[in-house]
């Protein structure tokens, strides 16, 4: 036969004694409680006594508890206030990287705002120019020293045309295609430009070196006049080149030897613009030295 499955409490004997001492606790604590419902109606200073003892009693424990409770929150606060530093820090961190990208972008657009500044005040002072073109490419480090420019023969540009920008000469037009064109820059060792100088009309023959500086000759066989930081400008002699342009500045003066740089930089030049071939004044006779000096520099 299939046991019960139930079992009574009086199958255990442990269980039995489970729920005898159950019993007892329960008539005990009834006990105890009417002992102090007799003692608060008889003696009521003697159970304020007892309540103050057991206040006593409890007092250590309840702060123990108290105590546990602030160290485990605490925690927790500490944890939470890590946690929102970390976010704040991520915030402050990707706000920071903002700011910079604003402030690059701010800097690229007042650079630009400058270069197109610029190169509108020298359109308004350029008479008839030919094309206002961008500088798309330059050779810097090879012996050739040529730049590129967006705009060809379909904009009016022809070869031997003089280009400019905002900061000085940057050469002459030497091939053109239909929507492009090359330049000869100033520093080329095929290029030649009849100067002045600034500071007293000495005037001069500034021949490319072919490594992105000029070397600067006189027409007139004497002590060297060049002095370092003195500045050049075309002269307009024998045509080609409108005068007073800036060309160069003088960076170096070794002996008879003067080494300028140019002003213009095409790698730094993003606009420029084409002139027209100048005419120079044919009742204006030229020198025997300004011949000379021409007549070389073009062989």
């Not at 036969?1 to 729920?19: D, E, I, K, N, V």
């Not at 657009?109 to 330059?138: D, F, Q, Y």
């Not at 430009?193 to 500086?213: C, E, F």
Request: proline share 6%; glycine share 12%; net charge positive.
């Amino acid at each position: 036969m299939a046991p019960p499955s139930t079992r009574r409490p009086g199958f255990s004997r442990r269980a039995q004694y489970g729920l005898f001492l159950g019993y007892v606790m329960a008539v005990g604590g009834v006990l105890f409680a009417g002992l102090l419902l007799v003692i608060a109606v008889i003696d009521p200073s003697g159970f304020n006594a007892l309540k103050g003892l057991a206040l006593d009693v409890t007092s250590p424990v309840s702060s123990a508890g108290r105590g546990v409770s602030r160290f485990f929150g605490g925690i927790g606060d500490s944890v939470g206030n890590y946690v929102q530093a970390g976010n704040q820090n991520a915030e402050l961190k990707r706000r920071l990287q903002e700011s910079r990208r604003r402030l690059i972008e701010a800097q690229a657009t007042e650079l630009e705002n400058k270069r197109l500044k610029a190169l509108l005040g020298l359109t308004r002072e350029t008479e008839n120019p030919v094309a206002v073109t961008r500088i798309v490419g330059s050779s810097f480090a090879s012996v050739r020293r040529l730049a590129t420019l967006s705009a060809g023969a379909s904009a009016g540009v022809q070869p031997g045309q003089p280009v400019r920008s905002a900061d000085g000469l940057v050469g002459r037009v030497i091939e053109t295609g239909r929507w492009a064109s090359r330049v000869l820059l100033v520093a080329d060792s095929a290029s030649n430009v009849p100067v002045r100088l600034v500071r007293d009309g000495t005037p001069a023959i500034a021949t490319g070196h072919g490594d992105g500086t000029v070397d600067l000759k006189t027409l007139e066989v004497g002590k060297n006049p060049f002095r370092r930081g003195d500045v050049l400008v075309t002269s307009g002699v024998g045509g080609v080149y409108p005068p007073d342009i800036p060309v160069a500045v003088v960076v170096s003066v070794q002996g008879d030897r003067t080494v300028a740089k140019p002003l213009a930089d095409p790698s730094n030049v993003e606009y420029a613009v084409v002139l027209p071939v100048y005419q120079a004044l044919a009742d204006t006779p030229l020198s025997e030295a300004t011949e000379s000096a021409l007549r070389g520099a073009s062989q």
